[in-house]
T-cell receptor, first 110, second 113 residues
Framework: KNEVEQSPQNLTAQEGEFITINCSYS?????LHWLQQHPGGGIVSLFM???GKKKHGRLIATINIQEKHSSLHITASHPRDSAVYIC????????????FGTGTRLQVTL | ETGVTQSPTHLIKTRGQQVTLRCSSQ?????VSWYQQALGQGPQFIFQ???????GRGNFPPRFSGLQFPNYSSELNVNALELDDSALYLC????????????FGPGTRLTVL
């Protein structure tokens, strides 16, 4: 069992739909990261959170420490949101290595 | 403030050869991490350097080694290349180790034939 698991693996949505991507982790963490990776490889950090909720534009990230679960929500999805979304955990008490989930491939169609 | 850059963009090597990949961190970032991402997989942590010292290592053999320099640049060296080393190699810099946001470079795609 991977330390960080995501669901779904693949997601297709129509423009305008509300999207949720889930992440569960099985180890103690100091922070949970949501990242976006476009074709070609570039990774952009979207959020880093250790409690509660963060919002940036149409993106919202939440985390429930007790349940070891985080969600990334995209409101009013757009084709330019199409990418792979990855959650990653920074373990507590260790060097700040990121342990990654396998990613959710999102495609938003017109 | 410049972003994180990596060179080369693409590289083709043959089995048994050695390779050096380079990363230039954002100015002021004294921590750099290297990751290997095989096709269709999430990135895997190789190691991290903090102020020119190795500060943590993932499950990679010793033929994967690194260096970090005072000018915020770093290197990943891989000796005795194997076919399974074919992957996208990403570096990420942060202000410090811990829970700081990591800023990723565009990656170097290595193909081993």
């Amino acid at each position: 069992k991977n330390e960080v698991e995501q669901s779904p693996q693949n997601l297709t949505a129509q423009e305008g739909e509300f999207i949720t991507i889930n992440c569960s982790y099985s180890v103690g963490i100091s922070a949970l990261h949501w990242l976006q990776q476009h074709p070609g490889g570039g990774i952009v950090s979207l959020f880093m959170l250790s409690s509660g909720k963060k919002k940036h534009g149409r993106l919202i990230a939440t985390i429930n420490i007790q349940e070891k679960h985080s969600s990334l929500h995209i409101t009013a999805s757009h084709p330019r949101d199409s990418a792979v979304y990855i959650c990653a955990a920074t373990g507590d008490g260790t060097a700040s290595k990121l342990t990654f989930g396998t990613g959710t491939r999102l495609q938003v169609t017109l | 403030e410049t972003g994180v850059t990596q060179s080369p963009t693409h590289l083709i090597k043959t089995r048994g050869q050695q390779v050096t990949l380079r990363c230039s961190s954002q100015s002021g970032h004294n921590t750099v991490s290297w990751y290997q991402q095989a096709l269709g997989q999430g990135p895997q942590f190789i190691f991290q350097y903090y102020r020119e010292e190795e500060n943590g290592r993932g499950n990679f053999p010793p033929r994967f080694s690194g260096l970090q320099f005072p000018n915020y640049s770093s290197e990943l060296n891989v000796n005795a290349l194997e076919l399974d080393d074919s992957a996208l190699y990403l570096c990420a810099s942060s202000l410090s180790w811990g829970t700081d946001t990591q800023y990723f470079g565009p990656g170097t795609r290595l193909t081993v034939l």
